[in-house]
């Protein structure tokens, strides 16, 4: 081989050499060791992938290739997300038709981007959901929802997005805006399509407590859903015969509920609102639409009218504040101020009486004064420190909870912090404690010696009273026993609520769900036409399956309108049909699908691109068995082995994946109701510290370094930024690393003393089988960054002079190696060690095997000697200001510190000598940092 590594020539000559050989492909119809693996696949938005695509794919890619040589038939697909507002924005964006657009972007993708970067897809199996092929299949699910009664055209509140133009669901919008462009989002209540998604709520909430998904993904999903148990309350309102209803998880609290709240948008503000407050009511209510998520606080007005309380027979002010959304319950809330932190701000804020109805048990509270702390900062460090919970209410004073266990830690922590002077601190809980500078008193049981110790220091002695039921001054959200609740005093939180609704007719047990049905309209172009007639005589109708795909017709005028209809509402050609069933004049649904239909399904389609009959071949689709692949290809292939993508989908694309396996399912397709066997969350790049972005100047362009550096390296210097679950920050300063890493296995390998040595020594097969342990473990775990790193450290012991390996076990490194860096590896094997015999052990059994072409990424992945990895001596690395200046050899796992820095000074002796040594750093096993100056 030559000296030196000629990445461009070797990078093509490889990839031309896996395309005319087909190694990547695989038989769905007779694979006898499936593993799916999938990358979610890209929506193009711009002119190049970016490095986010690059930094996704490579971690899915090493996955692919690593499963390969275990012996798995992978199938390991890619394919283009390039409908819908996405790829249409960017074609408005350039002033270009989406279709020609999105056609040239895809191929530049595939062809340029995808290719050169070294990834091993099957692209005979390439789909892109703009392909009439594919959305045929799209719509064709669409009709079979709505013939299970699981998708309905309904009036509803909306969200609408004025930059897009189009309804958005409620996944797409994050804080308040449109999560594609960040438009403020507004409501227009419109009739739509929704896919009937909360049907499945509960199964959707069950099985992300057995689904093995990232952590992060799971808990997004079950807040997303927000299963709330409760009751829904009546409450009358005082002089009308209207009611207003709640919806509560605290029903055990309606004592204590003081006044009532109702969104700005709520039906009834204009009723009840008395005369004497209109304007201000309006006025609010004006102001309060036009604001963003971000700038609503929690501010409020009086509307005049009172409700009354139906356990008490008490009459609550009725408010309106921009901090109760009319989309979560009724749109109205019975305020608690004593048991709930909003409603206690609001109170204390607009004077409104706080009524404690549940004491809590075995905990306490205490609110503290700032002006009469001393040290406030280190009163708030103390309680932290001791496992307090502290709350600042940043205008007045802190409020510490905590439970019995550590208030005997508290009262000494506020009685050191007091300053001198008149300050009182009151403890509520199960004890009410008044604490004083010099002295405690239990009030519940010494309430006339705190008196008098109060008067005298000067304190007026009604300031230490119990307080009255309606003057509480804590907020506690917890449950407990019940207090001021008239004969339900006494009882547990959960008792009461049980009599409660048993008692009152107008507080009935209720669940609820902050999931909401699936919007699945659009007034946008780019994106398959929904495939629904409407007649009137015949109402909706599903378009035949035999007249699928309902095509998008080219038109010149596409761009939106923003008047409510889409595009496709100008073009009579396409609107006026006859109706299916009657025969009879009938027009068109001129809304298109929300893209996420598409992305929701396609990972099924994959392994069935051939199959021009059936969108995929579960056993429940008609016609299944017609052909090959069939349905036990399908029950081979799925669930899907592992899906890898990033978290901000987690509401999004992954929920809609989950709900469609689901309805798939209960509409008999298929057999399971989870899609993914794994899924696994990657995380997400930055530059110097900063989210990649045009206007900050800092996007990394995959293709420059691909052409500088070659895409081995660039693959291996993404996969060490940072564990593949978190990301990490891109710096110029950490590539030259991974390429001088690489030049050197390049040097070592064309070595013939190095790696073809008749035996290899014993610190380098022990090195080398560690190696292979670690990166098998560290593979299966996602952890590609500590992968490399224990790739490095074989390598320092291997660059020891006189560490030699024999030809096998070189070999076993360059397998190691080869799904990180697949050109490389494949160009040292085809040279060193693909024609010798004993060598050819690859997976016969693998359809990505071909018998023409003996690829490295077939072999079989290298094994350890248990005997081997049992490590009795490790070797140092010796720095000197951060800088590696020698190692400290086969020296005992249990060597002290003191002995590693005598022998280590003697081996580094020529860069310390008259230098003074500031600082010894030792990492016990790993590394001694001499710090000379």
Not at 371 to 379: A, H, I, K, M, V
Not at 425 to 447: R, Y
Not at 450 to 457: G, I, S
Not at 717 to 726: A, E, N, R, V, W
Request: proline share 4%; net charge negative; aromatic share 12%.
């Amino acid at each position: 081989m030559s000296e030196l590594f000629d990445h461009k020539n070797i990078e093509l000559k490889w990839r031309k050499k896996w395309k005319s050989e087909k190694i990547y492909e695989v038989d769905i119809q007779n694979a006898k060791n499936p593993f799916y693996n999938l990358w979610m696949f890209p929506y193009p938005s711009g002119a190049r992938m970016h490095v986010g695509h690059a930094y996704a794919s490579t971690g899915s890619d090493i996955v692919g290739r690593f499963k390969r040589m275990q012996g798995y038939d992978v199938l390991q697909p890619m394919g283009f997300d390039a409908f819908g507002i996405h790829g249409e924005n960017y074609a408005i964006k350039v002033g270009e038709h989406p279709s020609t657009l999105m056609e040239d972007l895809c191929d530049r993708f595939r062809d340029e981007q995808f290719d050169a970067i070294g990834h091993g897809y099957d692209w005979s199996k390439e789909v892109r959901t703009y392909w009439p092929e594919y959305y045929k299949w799209t719509q064709w699910i669409f009709v079979q929802l709505f013939k299970h009664g699981l998708a309905e055209r309904k009036k509803a509140n909306v969200n609408w997005c004025p930059g897009c133009k189009t309804v958005l669901a409620d996944e797409q919008v994050i804080s308040g805006e449109c999560e594609r462009c960040h438009s403020q989002v507004e409501h227009k209540e419109l009739e739509q399509w929704f896919f009937k998604i909360t049907k499945f709520a509960d199964k959707l909430l069950e099985n992300l407590d057995t689904i093995d998904w990232s952590k992060k993904v799971v808990e997004a999903q079950r807040n997303w859903i927000g299963k709330s148990e409760g009751a829904e309350i009546s409450f009358k309102i005082d002089k009308s015969d209207q009611e207003i209803k709640v919806f509560t998880t605290r029903p055990d609290t309606i004592f204590g509920a003081t006044y009532m709240v109702l969104s700005p948008e709520h039906p009834l503000v204009k009723e009840i609102t008395t005369e004497d407050q209109k304007s201000v009511v309006n006025e609010y209510v004006s102001a309060s639409i036009k604001k963003t998520e971000n700038e609503k606080s929690k501010t409020g007005v009086f509307t005049g009218s009172y409700a009354i309380n139906p356990a008490s027979g008490e009459k609550m002010p009725i408010w309106i504040a921009d901090y109760v959304l009319m989309e979560y319950g009724f749109g109205a809330i019975m305020a608690v101020p004593a048991h709930d932190e909003r409603d206690f701000e609001f109170a204390r804020k607009y004077k409104i009486k706080i009524r404690k109805v549940i004491n809590p048990i075995n905990e306490f509270q205490s609110l503290v004064l700032k002006e009469s702390l001393s040290d406030e900062e280190g009163f708030v460090k103390k309680c932290l420190e001791v496992g307090l919970y502290v709350n600042d209410y940043e205008d007045w004073g802190y409020k510490i909870t905590g439970g019995d266990y550590n208030i005997k830690d508290y009262k000494n922590i506020v009685q050191k912090s007091l300053i001198d002077g008149p300050w009182y601190v009151d403890i509520d809980g199960m004890k009410q404690l008044v604490i004083f500078k010099d002295n405690i008193f239990d009030i519940s049981k010494k309430q006339d010696e705190a008196k008098k110790h109060a008067a005298e220091l000067g304190i007026p002695s009604e300031q230490i009273d119990w307080q009255s039921a309606d003057d509480y001054q804590y907020c506690f959200p917890v449950r407990g026993t019940l207090v001021n609740s008239g004969e339900y005093s006494g009882l547990s939180s959960d008792s009461a609520v049980e009599l409660l609704t048993s008692k009152f007719g107008s507080i009935i047990p209720k669940t609820t769900y902050k999931l909401r049905d699936w919007l699945i309209s659009r007034q946008r172009y780019w994106s398959a036409p929904i495939p629904m007639i409407y007649c009137e005589k015949c109402g909706w109708i599903a378009v035949p399956e035999d007249q699928l795909p309902v095509e998008l017709p080219y038109v010149e005028d596409w761009k939106p309108k923003g008047d409510g209809r889409g595009p496709l509402a100008n073009i009579p050609e396409f609107v006026n049909t006859k109706c299916p069933k009657c025969n009879g004049l009938a027009h068109r649904e001129t809304d298109t699908l929300d893209n996420f239909l598409d992305s929701g399904w396609y990972f099924f389609r994959y392994p069935f691109v051939d199959r021009r009959d059936v969108p995929f071949a579960g056993s429940g689709v008609e016609h299944a068995d017609d052909k090959t692949p069939n349905s036990q290809a399908f029950k081979n292939w799925f669930p899907l082995s592992l899906y890898i993508g990033g978290p901000e989908h987690s509401v999004l694309h992954l929920m809609y994946t989950r709900f469609l396996t689901m309805a798939f399912k209960e509409m008999g397709f298929i057999d399971f109701d989870e899609p993914f066997v794994k899924f696994f969350a990657h995380g997400h790049i930055t530059k110097d510290g900063k989210k990649m972005s045009k206007s900050l100047g800092n996007i990394v362009n995959p293709d420059e370094y691909i052409e500088s550096i070659g895409a081995d390296a660039f693959r291996m210097y993404l996969m060490f930024l940072g564990p593949f679950d978190q990301g990490g920050d891109f710096s110029e300063n950490g590539i030259t690393g991974v390429v001088r890493f690489l030049n050197k296995v390049w040097s070592y390998i064309n070595d013939d003393k190095k790696s073809r040595s008749e035996k290899s020594t014993k610190n380098s097969q022990q090195a080398l089988n560690i190696a292979i342990k670690g990166v098998t473990e560290d593979i299966e775990a996602f952890k590609f960054n500590t992968s490399i790193a224990k790739l490095m450290e074989f390598m320092n012991v291997w660059a020891i002079e006189n560490e030699a390996l024999c030809a096998k076990d070189s070999l076993a490194f360059v397998k190691l190696l080869a799904p990180f860096a697949p050109f490389i590896t494949e160009e040292i094997y085809q040279n060193l060690y693909a024609q010798q015999e004993d060598n050819k052990m690859v997976n016969k059994n693998s359809s990505n095997v071909s018998d023409k072409f003996n690829s490295i990424h077939v072999q079989f992945w290298p094994g350890y000697n248990e005997n081997l990895v049992k490590v009795n001596t490790i070797t140092i690395a010796i720095q000197v200001n951060g800088k590696l200046r020698g190692t400290l050899n086969n020296v005992s796992i249990d060597i002290k510190k003191d002995e590693v820095i005598k022998k280590s000074k003697e081996i580094v002796a020529k860069y310390i000598e008259d230098k003074e040594i500031k600082k010894e750093i030792y990492v016990p096993e790993k590394l001694i940092n001499f710090v000379v100056g």
